[in-house]
């Protein structure tokens, strides 16, 4: 008689049926890391598309780099306090005022403009302007008078926090220099902010000193550049895919 005894302890049925069990299930792990490793990789390729771009215009440049831009002057501006405004394209309000002159230290023309300009805060030293737009925007820019480090200037969408940025940080990434000086073109630029696919409805511009004077506020919506997909982490999706359809192959023959 043919004898059926019990399969050798510590091994199961299906180890027994199918040879070099152990084997593939290293081999799953090995795929399944692969596969994380890719999806590691695409993320951090979206992350790297959402850089948001800062960059300085040449010296006594007064407009943006986007020449389709909303630019808000205040040409047409009385001089004084100036608590709120409505302008084409959306609104603004805070402790701002429209000046022509220079009154230290509470503000100072800046370098270059021979127009009026807005000054944030005054007459308090402490204060902000907020900016509200009637739709979402992707790019910002401003005629940027005597950049002081404690200038800051936030963009936030439905309330929510993007980005916020210095006066010393943008100076940083600019090559500019946030000392204050009223009269050096390296201390007064104009500044663009190209967001890229993050879209901004509000900007908030504050000081927590004298003072922060800017002109020329612009927004836009840019196109946004569709990156080249960096083909590392594609080679690697479909590994996994020609791996994953191998497995299956194996399994299907084993089971035949």
Same mark, same amino acid.
């Given at each position: ?7 050798? *302890? ?14 593939? *299930?290293?081999? +799953? ?27 300085? =215009? ?6 943006? !780099? ?6 808000? !002057? ?26 022509? /002159? ?16 807005? /000054?944030? !805060?005054?007459?308090?030293? @402490? ?24 200038? /800051?200037? +936030? ?5 929510? &926090?993007? =980005? /916020? ?18 009269? !050096?073109?390296?201390?007064? *630029?104009? @500044? ?9 409805? +509000?900007?908030?511009?504050s000081t927590s000193q004298f003072g922060f004077e800017v002109d020329n506020i ?5 196109? @946004? &550049?569709?990156?080249?997909?960096? &083909?590392?982490?594609?080679? =690697? ?14 399994? =299907?023959?084993?089971?035949?």
């Amino acid at each position: 008689m043919l004898a059926v005894g019990r399969p050798p *302890r510590g091994r199961s049925l299906d180890e027994l049926a199918v040879p070099g069990r152990p084997q593939m *299930r290293r081999f +799953e792990r090995f795929l399944a890391g692969s596969c994380v490793a890719a999806l590691g990789l695409l993320t951090s390729q979206g992350v790297h598309a959402t850089t948001i771009d800062v960059t300085a =215009a040449a010296p006594w440049v007064m407009t943006p !780099s986007l020449p389709s831009a909303t630019v808000l !002057s205040f040409d047409d501006q009385p001089l004084g306090s100036l608590p709120s405004l409505q302008f084409n394209g959306g609104s603004l309000s805070g402790s701002g005022a429209i000046e022509n /002159t220079s009154l230290l230290p509470g503000y100072a023309v800046p370098a270059g403009d021979s127009t009026p300009f807005m /000054t944030v !805060s005054y007459p308090s030293s @402490v204060g902000s302007v907020e900016f509200f737009l009637d739709a979402p925007e992707n790019f910002f820019g401003l005629y940027w008078g005597s950049i002081d480090i404690y200038n /800051t200037i +936030e963009f936030l969408n439905n309330g929510n &926090p993007i =980005a /916020t940025f210095s006066g010393a940080q943008v100076a940083d990434i600019t090559g500019l220099l946030a000392n204050g000086d009223q009269h !050096s073109a390296t201390s007064n *630029r104009y @500044v663009d902010f190209n967001l890229g696919s993050n879209f901004y409805n +509000e900007v908030v511009l504050s000081t927590s000193q004298f003072g922060f004077e800017v002109d020329n506020i612009a927004f836009g919506d840019p196109p @946004v &550049p569709v990156d080249e997909p960096d &083909p590392l982490p594609v080679l =690697a999706l479909v590994t996994c895919g020609i791996a994953f359809a191998w497995r299956r192959r194996i399994y =299907a023959g084993q089971d035949g």
